[in-house]
């Protein structure tokens, strides 16, 4: 977009939505947002972001169906996931569909794991795909 690394955010919650990308933008990444699986992995397709942040409690489609379809996807199959579940679910957070992606977070958000979470992406290590695109 312009420069800065894009997120796709995949939030059902209006007001988490919100937070998100509000927070994202102020660490200086570009945000699209998505309420909707089915958006979620056509805007994924379309854009091609660098990081998808997935609520994993979206109701249009599983969560684990949108991660099978990105992870099958050969335009999508390359970008990190990072699932957000609900506190409770933390404890079996091994047992869930996270396996499938390169980290969690837990809501309600923790805005400080979010920024330290999303920053270890784009490290200069990384971030090779950035330069590439």
């Known amino acids: ?7 796709l955010v995949v939030e ?6 919100e ?9 200086n990444y570009s945000c699209i947002c998505a309420k909707q699986g089915i958006k979620a992995l056509i805007l994924a397709q379309t854009h091609k972001p660098d990081l998808i942040i997935l609520d994993m409690m979206i109701s249009d489609i599983s969560a684990g169906q949108a991660i099978d379809y990105l992870k099958r996807e ?5 970008i990190p996931i990072i ?6 679910l933390e404890k079996n957070s091994e047992r869930l569909f996270l396996t499938s992606t390169e980290g969690y977070l837990t809501k309600p958000y923790d805005l400080s794991k979010l920024g ?6 784009f490290t200069p290590l990384n971030s090779s795909s ?3 695109g």
């Open 1 to 7: 977009m312009n420069g800065q690394p894009l997120i």
């Open 12 to 17: 059902e919650n209006l007001y988490n939505l």
């Open 19 to 27: 937070l998100l990308n509000y927070h994202l933008k102020s660490l």
């Open 74 to 78: 050969k335009k999508t199959a390359r």
């Open 83 to 88: 699932a957000v579940i609900p506190w409770y």
């Open 116 to 121: 330290l979470l999303v920053s270890r992406h």
């Open 130 to 132: 950035l330069l590439s």
